[in-house]
């Protein structure tokens, strides 16, 4: 029992040195890819204020259509996103471009997700106050 304790003990030690130094290597790139130079937003890209009600007016197409006919509804989910683009002035490749950017860049998307996420709920608690008034008027 001895000579065995003895040979496990020091491949013990070894295998637990081997896997705090992967750990630790682990940390540093995890460490050094977290802390990248945030890339500055591009001209070319739409700005972060005026993403924000594009992006909401997104999800409102997204959630009404569903992929589903609403109230006879013959319109395809294509046609509401021209009405979208010409309402913003923008085109569909500038839209999907600065969509494609912001979704790599995290750091500047978050926040615009926050303020989408915050502009909906607000919709939606006036859109449910409405429906009270509503019911209440009955």
């Known amino acids: 029992q001895l000579r065995r304790a003895s040979i496990i003990q020091p491949r013990l030690k070894k295998n637990v040195a081997t896997f705090k130094g ?62 979208l683009y010409k309402k913003y002035n923008i085109t569909a490749s500038l839209f999907k471009e600065s969509f494609s950017f912001y979704s790599d860049h995290p750091e500047h998307f978050i926040p615009i997700y926050e303020r989408v996420v915050d502009s909906l709920k607000i919709n939606g608690a006036l859109i449910a106050r409405k429906s009270v008034e509503i019911d209440h008027d009955r």
Not at 26 to 50: N, Q, T, W, Y
Request: one cysteine or more; aromatic letters at 4%.
């Open 22 to 83: 992967k750990v630790r290597v682990g940390l540093l790139v995890m460490l050094f890819a977290c802390a990248r130079p945030v890339e500055p937003i591009p001209k070319s890209i739409i700005a972060p204020d005026d993403m924000v009600p594009i992006m909401v007016d997104v999800h409102i197409i997204e959630g009404a259509r569903n992929g589903t006919l609403i109230l006879g509804d013959t319109n395809q989910l294509e046609d509401y996103y021209s009405k």
